[in-house]
């Protein structure tokens, strides 16, 4: 079975699953969303009210939020994988319980396997903590860890900066950080030759431009 097809298989499984409690609570389960072939994959906690009314990952404010963080990496959802270390969501979004990690995790770790991603951005603690032992957010946040063949960044969770607005522009800065990890370019400097248009050499009777001047170039 090729990789595609197995993905869309994991997708109906994680549908019909019944493998823990979280089954009779939920509306919808939310497999994940994204190409079969990317460079980063998204993981979160787990579905919230709108993500368990539509199907769909980060669909809600925590969502919104992520599209301009998003934006800040220059990455669009369109070419990404967004997915959650539990598939269905925990009763008035309550912590998912450690039976209920495990019963989900050979989703993600077969999603992980099928579309081994270069680049995997952990939101929260839950995700953190799938690969990073005893660590502290607060410590590690936008830091990139070498695991294996990828790198595993860890953020904050989307919704944190929602009730901690301190939290939005360290978002903001972490994930525009991921530009530079997925080789994403700045802005070219000017070549040297374009600015000789606007640096002409300085004659014997006449004291150089302020460097204030110079700079506006
Ligand atoms: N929070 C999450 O962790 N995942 C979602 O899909 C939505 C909100
Ligand atoms: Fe199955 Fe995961 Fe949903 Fe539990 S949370 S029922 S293991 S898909």
């Not at 509306?27 to 994940?32: E, F, L, R």
């Not at 989307?158 to 700045?186: S, W």
Request: net charge neutral; proline share 9%.
């Amino acid at each position: 079975m090729s990789d595609t097809n197995r993905l869309q298989t994991i997708r109906e499984e994680i549908l019909h699953c019944q493998k823990c409690a979280l089954a009779k609570g939920r509306n919808k389960a939310v497999p994940g969303e994204g190409p079969s072939s990317v460079d980063v994959m998204f993981i979160g906690e787990g579905p919230g009210f709108h993500e368990n009314q539509q199907g769909k990952p980060f669909v809600g404010q925590a969502g919104a939020f992520l599209d301009e963080l998003l934006a800040a990496a220059d990455l669009k959802r369109g070419e990404v994988f967004i997915t959650n270390v539990v598939k269905c969501r925990p009763p008035s979004n309550r912590d998912p319980m450690p039976e209920e990690l495990t019963a989900c995790e050979v989703y993600l770790d077969e999603q992980i396997q099928l579309l081994n991603p270069k680049v995997i951005v952990t939101l929260g603690r839950f995700s953190m903590a799938k690969f990073i032992e005893n660590g502290r957010i607060s410590q590690i946040h936008g830091k990139a860890h070498q695991i294996g063949n990828r790198l595993v960044v860890t953020m904050y969770h989307p919704a944190a900066a929602l009730h901690q607005p301190a939290l939005r522009p360290v978002l903001v800065e972490d994930f525009a950080k991921l530009r530079h990890l997925l080789g994403k370019e700045e802005p070219v400097p000017p070549k040297v030759e374009d600015l000789s248009l606007t640096v002409r050499p300085v004659k014997a009777d006449e004291k150089p431009m302020p460097p204030e001047q110079l700079s506006l170039f």
